[in-house]
């Protein structure tokens, strides 16, 4: 397994932008898909944005298309998801995931490694 280590959540109102990070500290990301899921109190866990390793290819939830972006630096080990315009709705606990599959189509699954979460919470 891989060790994932988010940072970058917080309170923030709606409408404002938030950066998370996920790194793998100590070893260099591996050739796989990487991606960010959320779960909020008292519902499951769910798909938000994926990455394949070269960075080419992207996957959102359709709540999130237009206002989320994924990115990977390979070099930094570390993936971001870029939130603008949150909305209240996007609070939850934001969980960084390795997939155990090249394709950028996942979902809980197909998850080999998870962080810790970071939470996000967006006022209105």
């Known amino acids: 397994q891989v060790q994932l280590v988010e940072s970058g959540g917080g309170l923030v109102q709606a409408g404002a932008s938030l950066r998370l990070s996920c790194a793998a500290p100590?070893?260099?990301?591996?050739?796989?898909?990487k991606g960010w899921f959320r779960q909020a109190p008292g519902k499951a866990r769910e798909f938000v944005a994926a990455?394949?390793?070269?960075?080419?290819?992207?996957h959102y939830a359709d709540s999130v298309k237009g206002r989320f972006t994924i990115s990977r630096d390979n070099a930094k080990n570390t993936v971001y998801l870029q939130m603008n315009s949150v909305k209240p709705e996007d609070t939850a606990v934001y969980y960084c995931?390795?997939?155990?599959?090249?394709?950028?189509?996942?979902?809980?699954?197909?998850?080999?490694?998870w962080g810790q979460g970071t939470q996000v919470t967006v006022s209105s």
């Open positions: 990455i394949n390793w070269s960075g080419r290819s992207t």
């Open positions: 995931a390795a997939g155990k599959t090249a394709s950028v189509v996942i979902g809980p699954a197909d998850i080999g490694s």
């Open positions: 100590g070893r260099t990301f591996s050739s796989d898909t």
